[in-house]
């Protein structure tokens, strides 16, 4: 997904970046390596990162400008994700998983939330995933079971023990930062989860009937401790807000295509 605000890229610019996005995913996953990695069920994760590194740079279309992203809105991610498609919808499908999980910050982090993390997923290419469907409650995000509580010291909350369980989960085993949703004494509310913090961990990826080059794996919360400050937003009780905000804008995503089919 991408800013609310943003007007888009210039149609030369959006060219330029499929054309490459086309030769590079021709060359890098020629047929039978397709073929291969499906038969097998492995996501080319080493793909996925490159086309986030220096010379594609596919994560900048959906990061504003003024955090050094190209600033590109609904239309241009969709673009992007049809041109992958062509190559592999679960090619697409890792791509957008980053998309996702960077928009909980994006919608709802603070200034210095967006300027931090958005900033490793410009200059580091960084994967991110969405953790919200749980296995109990689906997608259902009103009954959410995962529980983030607070830890205090000296009166003043200064992090968050969070425990439970994501599931069907797109990049979930191969994401370095993944953005969760989990109950607070406030409410809903959206955390960031680093890689290898202590008690994160992910299953196997999951076995699928299709799209059987993208990553879907479980995420497991077993005592995960964060800073206060991955709390995003800062507040309590957001995350539903911020969820809706995302959804939103994936109307706009689906909106986008009907035009673009007509």
């Not at 149609?11 to 996953?29: C, K, V, Y």
């Not at 279309?61 to 955090?67: A, H, L, T």
């Not at 995302?246 to 035009?259: D, E, I, Q, T």
Request: aromatic letters at 6%.
């Amino acid at each position: 997904m991408t800013s609310e605000n943003s007007r888009g890229l210039d149609l030369g610019t959006l060219n330029l970046m499929l054309e490459a996005l086309g030769e590079f995913t021709a060359s890098a996953l020629p047929e039978e390596r397709r073929l291969e990695l499906d038969h097998e069920d492995v996501c080319p994760e080493e793909i996925v990162r490159a086309m986030c590194g220096d010379d594609l740079g596919v994560q900048l279309v959906f990061i504003p400008e003024e955090y050094g992203g190209m600033g590109g809105g609904a239309f241009d991610s969709y673009r992007v994700c049809e041109r992958l498609a062509r190559i592999d919808i679960g090619l697409a499908t890792s791509v957008f998983a980053t998309f996702l999980g960077c928009d909980p910050i994006l919608f709802g982090g603070t200034a210095e939330q967006k300027e931090r993390w958005l900033g490793r997923i410009v200059k580091e290419g960084i994967l991110l995933a969405y953790g919200a469907t749980e296995p109990e409650a689906g997608s259902d995000l009103g009954a959410l079971r995962t529980i983030a509580v607070p830890l205090e010291s000296d009166g003043r909350i200064t992090g968050y023990r969070i425990n439970g369980r994501k599931q069907w989960i797109s990049n979930g085993s191969i994401a370095d930062v993944c953005t969760v949703l989990a109950r607070t004494p406030g409410g809903p509310s959206w955390f960031v989860l680093e890689k290898g913090t202590e008690g994160f961990s992910t299953a196997t990826p999951e076995d699928k009937h299709g799209i059987r080059l993208s990553n879907t794996a479980a995420l497991y919360l077993d005592d995960v401790t964060v800073p206060a400050e991955n709390l995003v937003g800062g507040e309590e009780g957001r995350g539903l807000v911020i969820a809706q905000r995302v959804f939103h804008l994936g109307a706009r995503l689906r909106r986008s295509l009907s035009r673009h089919l007509r």
